[in-house]
């Protein structure tokens, strides 16, 4: 059944992508100045960020199947309501400790509401119609995705009512108001018998394991530096191998019991796919701790203003609009040659952060960074684009659905790791003093260390990138043009 208004209800879709996508990069810049009000440790402001991907890595393995199995509209509707009051508590919050809380709840009603855009879309429109609703909704995403941090920086400064870094988090009322209302009038309920037709079975358990390996895998990497490495997080981060075997074994058992297993592990055969994940993981990490890293040595490090520091990187956003565009355009024509092209630039921009660093320390002038920053952001861009596309090159059809839905999973699981190690190499070389500010000369020396650990994971996911499927998967010509377009965190 067709909604009357199918332009309305695709930018309902995009109000709530926009939020996810927005919360998701928003942060890095606001870090500090959350800091300064609520105070706490350096390593609750990784939690802030770490915190909400990894609620949205556990929650995205079943977020999907939510929506097949109670209707997409209505788990959207649940999602956007849910996000939206996370987001007035994380705007009311008296401490850091509660933020941190409101974060993770917003992770995990994003991870609801997310999966449900492309399906309700391909619901609202006609095929003929389809490549123009996704030429709309592609650039959108591509485009809020890398102006997260400009977004903070403006809406720090501004101070809008008072509110200060708390306005980062208010924005999500009009958006949610609208995504609401619109929504509701403008998007398709699920047709008779749509939703009852599938099976209502949702592997908790399974979910409770994954949950339980990916905390013990990222909580000792954030926490770890702080306590002084005690044994047992050293422990903990040992067990979190094991627990992956533990839930490798139950999927495999719920397979041969014939009930749904939560990951279709047969895609893991599969080299390419195995060395996707890889990629994802050591690539995802490395952009999103980067950019915490570089966030926070212009504020803390440097002085500068949110607006300033924003501003700075707006250079890195707009080098990865720009490659995002090209590897639009030359993606199926070069295949996997543009995750290497793109990787190759990206690395040559951190070569150049790193000269810079190297040079200047803390006497970076504003423009200084420009331009390593734009040529990084622009081979970034151009991996964008293609990447799920090639990784998937060899995945067979009835393996598309969990195949998918485990590499968005893994790529949010690869941004809070990413979170966790840069941010804990950066912490543990600018030394908190007992103020709570950081020593003199050691941000810049923090920021070099990083750029340059970004420097080797670039390099290891080059060496990745030749185990990847040559081509991108060929889609039915009904999906021709929905975009494969990551959402990174």
Known sequence: MRAKSPWVGLFAILAATLMNLLDSTIVNVAAPAIHAELGGSYTALQWIAAGYTLALAVGLLTGGRLGDMFGRKRMLMIGIVGFVAASVVAAATPTIETLIVARIVQGLFGAVMIPQGFGLIRDLFPPEQMGKAFGIFGPMIGLATILGPVVAGVLVDADVFGTGWRMIFAI??????????????ALPDAAPGQVSSRPRTLDLPGVVLAAIAMFALVFPLVQGRELGWPAWSLALLVASVPLVGGFVVYQIRRRRSGATPLVELSVFAKRSYASGVAFVVVFFGAIVGFSLAVGLFLQLGLGYSPTRASMTMAAWAVGAFLGSGFSAGSAAKLGRRILHLGLAIMTVGTV??????????????????????????????????????????????????????????????????????????????????????????????????????????SMAAFGLGFLLPRKARAVHAEKAHEPELALVA
């Open 172 to 185: 999500n009322l009009p958006l949610g108001a609208f995504a609401l209302i619109a929504g509701r009038i």
């Open 352 to 457: 150049g952060v790193y000269v810079v660093f190297e040079r200047y320390g803390a006497e970076i002038g504003t423009w200084t960074l420009t331009g390593p920053l734009f040529v990084f952001g622009l081979g970034m861009g151009m991996i964008f684009v293609p990447l799920f596309g090639i990784i998937m090159g060899d995945i067979e059809d009835r393996e598309v659905g969990s195949a998918s839905g485990m590499l968005e999973s893994i790529q949010q699981l690869g941004a809070s790791i990413g979170v966790a190690v840069l941010g804990t190499v950066f912490f543990g070389i600018a030394r908190p003093t007992e103020h709570g500010m950081l020593d003199a000369g050691t941000p810049a020396d923090a920021a070099t260390a990083v750029t340059l650990l970004t420097i080797v994971l």
